[in-house]
T-cell receptor
Framework: KAGVTQTPRYLIKTRGQQVTLSCSPISGHRSVSWYQQTPGQGLQFLFEYFSETQRNKGNFPGRFSGRQFSNSRSEMNVSTLELGDSALYLC?????????????FGPGTRLLVL | AQTVTQSQPEMSVQEAETVTLSCTYDTSESDYYLFWYKQPPSRQMILVIRQEAYKQQNATENRFSVNFQKAAKSFSLKISDSQLGDAAMYFCAYRDPNFGNEKLTFGTGTRLTIIP
């Protein structure tokens, strides 16, 4: 089975712009979670989608949003980019069968905001 | 809110030796899951080992084993016969067991260096 894929792998944007990141989960996985990883704050949960519905949300401003499509692929969007949004954005998928599932991570998208 | 603490920002070990990485957590739940993830430099995060809190037996995966002390809320990772490929950031993570809650709470990580 192919693993979790994320596109693009690297991205450079300027302050005020918006960005969309994409995540394709492992085939058959219906849950997709997003995390932000920075040297200062570590790994922080952004949100999780299951069957096209956002189930959980972390403590991030409304500039961070996401969605999930019927094929379980997910996108996250950050509007009005700030310098502090520079980070590695990780996506993880799980099969969600009975609540005992492991999350499998993608390689991440490294976003640099100038 | 659940918190996960890794008090060792960096550790080093000689190749072929054994090293233990520490992790403590705080939760009011009686049932939950604990994980160790490994993130090699510029490579993706992979699961090393997982432990269900309701299981008293410590999980093992080849050279990796955990010492799970539920009362002390401690979850350490032991790596035996360390290899150069074990060099990475190691993250301890917590997840509560409620179906539909996939949120992982991570510690700040321990950078492990393997000395040849």
């Amino acid at each position: 089975k192919a693993g979790v894929t994320q596109t693009p792998r690297y991205l450079i944007k300027t302050r005020g712009q918006q960005v969309t990141l994409s995540c394709s989960p492992i085939s058959g996985h219906r849950s997709v979670s997003w995390y932000q990883q920075t040297p200062g704050q570590g790994l922080q949960f952004l949100f999780e989608y299951f069957s096209e519905t956002q189930r959980n949300k972390g403590n991030f401003p409304g500039r961070f949003s996401g969605r999930q499509f019927s094929n379980s692929r997910s996108e996250m969007n950050v509007s009005t980019l700030e310098l502090g949004d520079s980070a590695l954005y990780l996506c993880a998928s799980s099969a969600q069968q009975g609540g005992q599932e492991t999350q499998y991570f993608g390689p991440g998208t490294r976003l640099l905001v100038l | 809110a659940q918190t996960v603490t890794q008090s060792q920002p960096e550790m080093s070990v000689q190749e072929a030796e054994t090293v233990t990485l520490s992790c403590t957590y705080d939760t009011s739940e009686s049932d939950y899951y604990l994980f160790w993830y490994k993130q090699p430099p510029s490579r993706q995060m992979i699961l090393v080992i997982r432990q269900e809190a309701y299981k008293q037996q410590n999980a093992t995966e080849n050279r990796f084993s955990v010492n799970f002390q539920k009362a002390a809320k401690s979850f350490s990772l032991k790596i035996s016969d360390s290899q150069l490929g074990d060099a990475a950031m190691y993250f301890c993570a917590y997840r509560d067991p409620n179906f539909g809650n996939e949120k992982l709470t991570f510690g700040t990580g321990t950078r492990l260096t393997i000395i040849p």
